[in-house]
């Protein structure tokens, strides 16, 4: 009997992360990947989503900013930053079952019971310490890193993000982290939202040289993407690290409504397979992949389900 490397965490606690329509973060992105999770019956199983606790969301976030969650949570009548994520009834439910259900793929990974573990609804990755950001609510990759190292003692993590946009609460929180290696691949900030993630940021103090901003031209393609992961892969061998942590946002595929990058599907399957290999190379395949952003229910559904098919080919 073949061992099992993957698991997928997928339950209908996710679908409530999603803003009311005309949102571009609604309920069809969602619905779309569900339908053909369904149809293709992969051998992976799944595991249901879990909530993070107050104490357990605050290890990133501060207090402060997690009772204003609550409170707006209460009534959905107010936005929980300048204007791109609405408060809604429920909304701290929501974000804390999206927190718990990554920490729960730290577990399942540091605990050595799974090397890959895949979250669609997962990557909240624009959430600043005391603020929202960018349609995420709570920045649950921040969660994960402190978590990890709290309850897991592991120190090096590195951190990759394809999301067309930058992933500012990530970068930021950790510019300072000489444990914490970035690669980020996205649209060049001076045409898309957040406006950061310069070539020259590198890290601060005695973390310089940790991150890697790779920031593409829009319309940038296959090409540039691919181009994107060698220098990934050759900044990534100089480094020794106990887990991979991959935001492997979708918007990045052409079509999408909000960014205008020119992927395939075929070319982020090739990116995803190469961090995959990446991760078997540098630290025995300890993978976590986080859904991230992705506003063209098409692409959501054929992007992640290249994730579902890769990790069931090593069932």
Known sequence: MKEIHSKIIWGEELFSYAFPDPHPMSLKRLESFAEELEKIKTPLEME???????????????????????????????????????????????????????????????????KHVFLPMGGLHHAKRNAAGGFCIFNDIGVDIIYAREKYGIKDILYIDIDAHHGDGVFYEFLNDPHIYIADVHEDGRFLYPGTGRRDER?????????????????SGDDELLLAYEEIKNFAWEIKVDLIILQAGVDGIRGDPIADLNYTVEGY??????????????CGGKLLILGGGGYNPENTKNGWIKIVELLSREH
């Open 203 to 219: 890290g601060e103090g005695l973390a310089y040289g940790t991150k890697l901003n790779i920031p593409l031209l829009p319309g």
């Open 48 to 114: 249901k989503p879990k909530s993070a606790s107050f104490e357990e969301i605050t290890m990133f976030h501060t207090p402060e900013y997690v009772r204003f969650v609550q409170e707006k949570s209460k009534t959905g009548d107010t936005y929980l930053d300048y204007g791109d994520t609405p408060a809604f009834k429920g909304c701290y439910e929501a974000a804390s079952y999206v927190v718990g259900s990554s920490m729960e793929g730290i577990d399942l990974i540091l605990g050595h019971r799974y």
């Open 269 to 282: 399957e090739k990116f995803i397979i190469g961090v995959h290999h990446l991760a078997h190379e540098i």
